[in-house]
């Protein structure tokens, strides 16, 4: 790791954690009061990330993952935890600190699916969560932030991450994948209870007109913004099921075919979706999974006056179903 330790993006030396945590105590003392009012601070992005996989001298991401440690580095974030997490406490006592947001690049339930450009055992990346709670880190977060993005699978509605083995017909979004496996993970270490914010996530247009690719060709515009909207209200409705603290969409001009709105500010079918979707499922709970229905995947929410129901294809044909009693209202992507 010697020769990242200048890398702008991290990590931050050992003989430096003290003035790293002093700065954080300024910093939140600061930001903390009005007219900011901020009171969630998460350190660094996708730091279970090599920096030498994505050095760039600017680069975003990839601040403390080391190929060379079992636990990816891991271990030494927490390290950098217990030197600012009282110093965020004594700055704010309101104020939440989030290990994030991890990447979570594939499932290390299963080897298999984790990719194999990382040295030593293919798990690593994300056993990165794993070292900071073997060093005791538990107590010096109060929540995790992570990332889910999946592929467009060349048809309509069909998205999934093979890292997760996760798809559209199959497990619904990936969200709910690395979900199970946070709260696997931390019951596992007794830190239940923490916060679980996704602070990325999207579908992403991944296409190549060129017939000589294993990429799948673009859609035409229409039918993947369409698509898009699909992919939103699943997600929403997948995050809300597994009672996340956040949800939030990539970008609002996006990233990969990802934007809510157009460049000159039209909403675009993906934005409608997001509203109804916030509007539908705010102060929600959780009912069932909805799979009577062959072909058919979905989830039912309740609140004090009503119930929803949250379906789509599977297949992208058309299937009947009976709707429940009362029916007040409906809305299709």
């Known amino acids: 790791m010697d020769e990242y330790l200048d890398y702008p993006c991290g990590p931050v030396r ?9 700065f954080v105590y300024q910093v939140v003392q600061r930001y903390s009061q009005p007219p900011w009012n901020i009171k969630y601070w998460e350190f660094w992005n996708e730091p279970d990330v090599a920096p030498e996989i994505v050095y760039v001298p600017d680069s975003p991401i990839g601040c403390w993952g080391d190929q060379d440690d079992p636990n990816y580095g891991g271990w030494y974030y927490a390290e950098m935890l217990k030197a600012v997490y ?15 947001g991890l990447l979570l690049d594939c499932d290390p339930r ?10 030593g055992e293919g798990e690593a990346p994300p056993r990165f969560l794993r070292g900071i709670l073997e060093n005791g880190g538990k107590d010096y977060f ?5 990332h889910a993005f999946e592929l467009y699978y060349g048809g309509f509605g069909m998205y999934g991450n093979a890292n997760w083995d996760s798809s559209w017909n199959t497990t619904g979004p990936v969200i709910l994948a690395k979900v199970d496996y946070l709260k696997e993970l931390l019951n596992e270490f007794n830190a239940t209870g923490k916060l679980l914010l996704a602070t990325e996530n999207a579908v992403l247009l991944n296409c190549d007109d060129d017939p000589n690719t294993e ?9 993947w913004e369409e698509m898009k909207a699909y992919y939103v209200a699943q997600t929403f409705a997948a995050a809300t099921r597994d009672k996340l603290h956040t949800n939030i969409w990539l970008s609002i001009y996006g990233w990969a075919g990802t934007g809510l709105l157009a460049t000159d500010n039209t909403p675009l079918p993906a934005y409608h979706a997001y509203t109804i979707s916030a509007q539908q499922l705010f102060g929600v709970d959780y009912v069932r999974d909805i799979n009577e229905y062959p072909g058919v995947m979905g989830y039912e929410f309740r609140n004090a006056s009503r119930h929803t129901w949250i379906i789509w294809s599977l297949d992208g044909s058309v299937h009947t179903i009976q709707l429940p009693s009362g029916l007040r209202a409906g809305y299709h992507v």
């Open 110 to 119: 299963d080897p298999a699916l984790c990719i194999a450009s990382y040295k």
């Open 215 to 223: 990429t799948p060709p673009c859609p035409d515009e229409d039918a």
């Open 86 to 100: 009282p110093e965020v406490k004594r700055a704010d006592p309101d104020a939440k600190v989030l290990v994030g």
């Open 142 to 146: 109060d929540g995790v932030s992570f």
């Open 14 to 22: 050992a003989d430096k954690l003290d003035e790293c945590a002093a």
